[in-house]
């Protein structure tokens, strides 16, 4: 055990040597004229790495010409093409001071530690200012006049110069691997580091800078025409995790609890909301930053929502926490065992962003199915349960409802009541129970009522007396959606 332990030890050791190895070889096989002739222009080390198309781990360690040239590397002069950002030298806008060849990695692996995030995988996203761009296009211009003959140019710096961006990344990743103990790939928790620069926005500077050049190529002096940068990029980073996302249905069984947070002039309608109970319990679980909350229609607070529940959404931005599906479980008993009993919910699962997806489809299509307690005023007669029965697929015109008309605009909908069916109830001759099953989108109170006409036909139409609705249940949404 111990044997192929060591035996393997020795394997990886070997396996850093022949990388070391390998990557002072590409350093020693550049070219020395070209390498000096950067240097003494004011370029970085890795920006030469980059220049001539190097990748990998040649970033990650104290970057060294040595082997190259005599000269060596500036490390206290900002360079001329990054201007100190493969240097590490930046105007930390975090603390409002001018740091210069910083440990970056520990830097940022410090900060992302403290930030306490679980993950398990880390990506990288580098924001450069353009003008770090258009210098390299003016290098290249020049190294191509001066140079353009020779056969390492053809090869490497004519097609493969590596962005400062990427050389950044191979500068940062390889120590972050290490000290964050995970592997770079593209997931949910990013490491975001912004570059800006004051000279960015001078447009004018750098077309004047490229006719310059163009003009000093027609008569033959190469001149290398970028002004040593007095200044180095301001930088600022941090790190997120991209959303999550929770599907589920929910149940409310209060005739006092809004779908959303509802408030009039500093005054809560009702006594809480769907969405800060569901999400709330979500963000906590999962520490996160904010939440959204998304449901496939709504219904009116003095509603209750029953059955199979309302398909809803819960967006949660930069997680802390990396919910499992046990995790997930977990909320959802605590949302289901809250004392006040006013929310639950069914099915909660970790979903993709294609949840929207989910939501939408065939919401607009879908059918609801409704409880109503209904006042009427005559006796119920027998021949009532018979003609209410009869209709299918009933045809209904709504104009806007008197009541909503403050905040949307009037217009008449047609709508379709696919059946209905009176419930009796025992020792009451006038009021009774109707279900109904309808087209997304009507408005049932007022198909009850008839809103003074402005909803034809409707119960009390259909019964020839007046109607009046005292209690709406929904009872069943007929879409998919998280209905495992
Ligand atoms: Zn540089």
Redesign the pocket.
């Known amino acids: 055990m111990e044997e192929h332990k060591q035996e393997e030890s020795m394997k990886h050791l070997g396996e850093e040597e022949g990388e070391e190895e390998s990557v002072s070889e590409s350093v020693r096989d550049l070219p020395s004229d070209a390498v000096k002739e950067l240097l003494s222009e004011g ?6 790495f ?1 220049l001539f198309g190097l990748q990998g781990r040649v970033y990650a360690s104290s970057p060294s010409l040595s082997s190259v040239s005599s000269l060596s590397a500036t490390t206290h002069q900002l ?9 590490f030298t930046y105007y930390s806008d975090d603390t409002q001071t001018l740091l210069q060849n910083q440990n970056l990695p520990l830097l940022i692996a410090d900060t992302v530690k403290r930030h306490a995030y679980q993950f398990h995988t880390f990506s990288l996203e580098v924001s450069i200012p353009p003008i770090i761009l258009s210098n390299d296009n003016s290098l290249r211009s020049y190294m191509k006049t001066k140079f353009g003959s020779q056969s390492w140019f053809q090869e490497n710096l004519h097609t493969g110069c590596i962005s ?1 961006k990427d ?1 950044l990344k191979f500068s940062l990743i390889y120590p972050l691997e290490n000290l964050l103990e995970c592997k770079s790939s593209m997931g949910p928790f990013r490491i975001r580091l912004t570059y800006t620069h004051t000279k960015a926005s001078k447009g004018d500077q750098n077309r004047s800078d490229s006719a310059e050049t163009c003009k000093r190529r027609k008569i033959g002096m190469p001149k290398f025409i970028i002004d040593p940068a007095n200044e180095p990029c301001h930088f600022t980073f941090y790190c997120y995790r991209t959303p999550f996302y929770f599907g589920g249905r929910y149940l409310k069984y209060s005739r006092n609890v809004s779908q959303t947070c509802w408030i009039i002039d500093d005054e809560r309608m009702g006594e809480a909301s769907v969405e800060e109970i569901i999400g709330g319990k979500i963000l906590q679980a999962c520490q996160g930053d904010s939440f959204k909350f998304h449901a496939a229609g709504r219904e009116d607070i003095d509603v209750r929502m029953l059955g199979p529940g309302r398909p809803f959404l819960v967006e949660v931005q930069n997680a802390r926490h990396i919910p499992s599906e046990l995790f997930v479980k977990d909320v959802e008993r605590k949302i289901n065992n809250m004392e006040n009993k006013l929310v639950r919910v069914k099915n909660l699962k970790l979903v993709g962003s294609e949840g929207w997806d989910l939501m939408r489809e065939g919401e607009a299509e879908k059918q609801k199915q409704y409880a109503a307690l209904v006042w009427i005023s005559r006796p119920l007669k027998d021949e009532d349960f018979q003609c209410i029965s009869s209709h299918k697929d009933l045809k209904v015109l709504q104009r806007t409802p008197i009541r909503v008309l403050h905040r949307r605009s009037p217009l008449e909908r047609e709508k379709i009541i696919h059946w209905m069916k009176i419930e009796a109830i025992a020792g009451s001759s006038q009021y009774f129970l109707l279900h109904l099953c309808t087209q997304a989108g009507t408005y049932i109170k007022e198909f009850v009522h008839g809103d003074l006409g402005r909803t034809h036909p409707s119960i009390g139409s259909i019964l020839g007396c007046r109607a009046e609705i005292l209690q709406l249940d929904v009872t069943d949404i007929k879409m998919e959606c998280f209905l495992t």
């Open positions: 370029v970085c080390a890795r920006c030469i980059r360079c001329t093409l990054c201007f100190g950002i493969l240097q400062t050389a």
